[in-house]
């Protein structure tokens, strides 16, 4: 008798292993996309520890600290209404035309330090390119509300994301400094939703995971 | 991003990157989103687009160069001369150019974000002049597709 029950117990484990593999809902895959320094990583952070008491990966005022995509898996958000949405956060390189290494010299970085740098942040850039082509299903569009966004870079992304047809949110970073002026943002990209927060502080980070399951869901 | 030139009116679609190098038409560097509904307002409203822009409250795109990294011809008050000299010539803009990443000098790299979102094919350029080209091949030589099985008889 206990060798059968034994053995139904283990057929009901293999069973349900099965099951889950089979009707395993497909998370949906989010890039965090953006220049270097608009503070994607500390988003990525903050979202990883608000859901899953967890980092993505280490920030820095240098640009280019995030010369790999990372990711994080099956983060479950949910909102006020109950409604929740599972995803995988890719954090990813920033996004330029233009890496110079003497841009690292003015950080204190030796010479030679600074040209690894700079190759890995070209090869990172590749990288994020590939993720976008390959593996994403929606983008949260980064930038630093202290500067201007009609820069060319921003532009373009913004241009091949929409010509990819991916829901993106823009998110307007850093409204914790005095200089941050959100709604230039707003102006700039008025055909998708803007949401003005502080990654750093967490201020208004709801709004995003409201937005997040509108979009993504 | 439906756009449209502020001087001449010449529309451009959603996600084009064309606007980054000015008005084809005109060379204007200045664009104004207009709303699907309001694509022909200028045109059935006799108006100019710098009327329309002034009406609705979007702000007027102006398409600017992305500032160049401090690099070491900036720095020294010697090489200023070459620098101004290199900026007097036309150069082709990096979403224009064929290569995909341009290596400028040991750790100073210009990335065509345009063409790596379109493939994983990688042209080089080596040094800052134009015509002078490494072509990965291995990057474009893609995996033969699996043959198909044959349906059993």
Redesign the interface.
């Known amino acids: 008798m206990t060798t059968f029950s034994k053995t139904l117990g283990k057929a009901k484990k293999k069973f349900s292993i099965f099951l889950k593999r089979f009707f395993r809902k497909k998370r949906t895959r989010i890039g965090i996309y953006g220049p270097p320094n608009a503070g994607k990583t500390t988003l990525a952070n903050r979202i990883a520890r608000d859901w899953t008491g967890d980092a993505v990966g280490p920030v820095s005022e240098i640009p280019h600290e995030t010369r790999r995509a990372r990711k994080r898996e099956d983060i479950v958000i949910s909102g006020a209404n109950g409604h929740t949405v599972t995803i995988d956060i890719v954090d990813t390189p920033g996004v330029t035309t233009k890496i110079d290494y003497h841009e690292f010299l003015d950080y204190g970085m030796e010479k030679d330090e600074a040209i690894i740098r700079a190759r890995e942040a070209t090869e990172g850039v590749a990288e994020a390119m590939h993720w976008l082509r390959e593996d994403i299903d929606g983008v949260i569009y980064m930038l630093d509300s202290t500067l201007d966004p009609f820069m060319q870079v921003n532009i373009m992304m913004v241009g091949i994301i929409e010509s990819r047809n991916l829901p993106v949110i823009i998110v307007a970073n850093k409204i914790d400094l005095p200089e941050a002026v959100p709604s230039r943002i707003r102006s700039a990209f008025p055909q998708h939703p803007v949401v003005a927060i502080s990654g750093l502080e967490g201020r208004n980070t709801e709004e995003l995971y409201e937005k997040m399951i509108q979009s993504f869901a | ?1 439906p756009h449209k030139c502020t001087k001449c009116g010449r529309e451009y679609k ?4 064309e ?2 190098k000015g008005c084809a038409s005109c060379g204007c560097k200045k664009f104004l ?1 207009v709303k699907e509904s309001d694509l022909n307002r200028d045109v059935l409203e006799e108006k100019t687009i710098e009327e329309i822009a002034g009406e609705s409250k ?2 007027v ?6 500032p ?5 011809e900036t ?1 020294g008050s010697e090489t200023k001369g070459t620098a101004a000299k290199g900026k007097a010539k036309k150069e082709v803009e ?2 224009d150019r064929v290569e ?2 341009r290596i ?1 000098g ?9 063409k ?5 094919e ?1 042209i080089v350029s080596v040094g800052g002049e134009e015509g002078s080209y490494i072509i990965d091949l291995m990057s474009m030589a893609k995996e033969e597709p699996k043959p198909k099985r044959s349906k059993r008889r």
Do not use: H
């Open positions: 991003m959603d996600g084009s990157t606007i980054l989103y979007e702000e795109l102006e398409v600017v160069e992305q160049r990294v401090k690099g070491p720095k990096v979403f995909t990443i400028v040991p750790g100073s790299y210009e990335l065509n974000i345009d790596m979102a379109k493939s994983d990688r």
